[in-house]
């Protein structure tokens, strides 16, 4: 499924629960939503909290949904695409040096 299906997928839940409208009790603000996904990216790792994999992949399975809605709703509200800003930012990464041993910076 492409960003943009996701994305159109995700404003209409939002649409639909009111959290756009101006007296919505959950705004849909650029910070509100900066915090959610930095929130719900917390219980991912929660998931993992006293052992090195997830036991339970139904509920990972949900955190990560969590996540990649919070993080489309930022993007969308930023006009930021982030399928451009994936591939740009590979692009950079391609162009980095990475240190090869664990106690080089």
Not at 8 to 35: C, E, Y
Not at 37 to 58: K, N
């Amino acid at each position: 499924m492409d960003l943009e299906t996701l994305t159109q997928a995700m404003h209409a839940f939002v649409d639909s629960k009111g959290w756009t409208d101006a007296d919505s009790p959950k705004p849909q603000s650029q910070r509100n939503l900066a915090i959610s996904l930095v929130l719900e990216a917390g219980e991912v790792l929660e998931l993992f909290q006293w052992s090195d994999a997830c036991e339970d992949t139904d509920a990972l399975r949900d955190e990560l949904a969590d996540v990649m809605l919070y993080l489309l709703q930022l993007a969308s509200y930023s006009g930021i695409d982030l399928g451009e800003a994936v591939m740009a930012k590979l692009d950079k990464n391609y162009q980095r040096e990475w240190p090869h041993s664990a106690d080089a910076e």
